[in-house]
């Protein structure tokens, strides 16, 4: 009896590298700073760089000042 393979899981030429790993959401400048809504509830969260300086909060979209 032959086993059938899915051409997927069949060895094919070299093993090549798993890509790496993109963090989609931790964008260049991203700070770890507190968010001070109800939402977030004073937990530390990502809060993104705006082109005004301000920081967004990357969980409820609250827009803080430079700190
Ligand atoms: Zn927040």
Do not use: S, Y
């Amino acid at each position: 009896m032959k086993l059938h393979i899915p051409a997927l899981l069949r060895p094919h030429g070299r093993h090549r590298a798993a890509p790496a790993p993109v963090f989609v959401d931790l964008l260049p400048g991203t700070r770890w700073l507190v968010c001070d809504t109800t939402t977030c509830a004073h937990l530390t969260t990502r809060h993104h760089p705006q082109p005004d300086g301000a920081w967004r909060c990357g969980r409820c979209g609250r827009t803080k000042g430079e700190q």
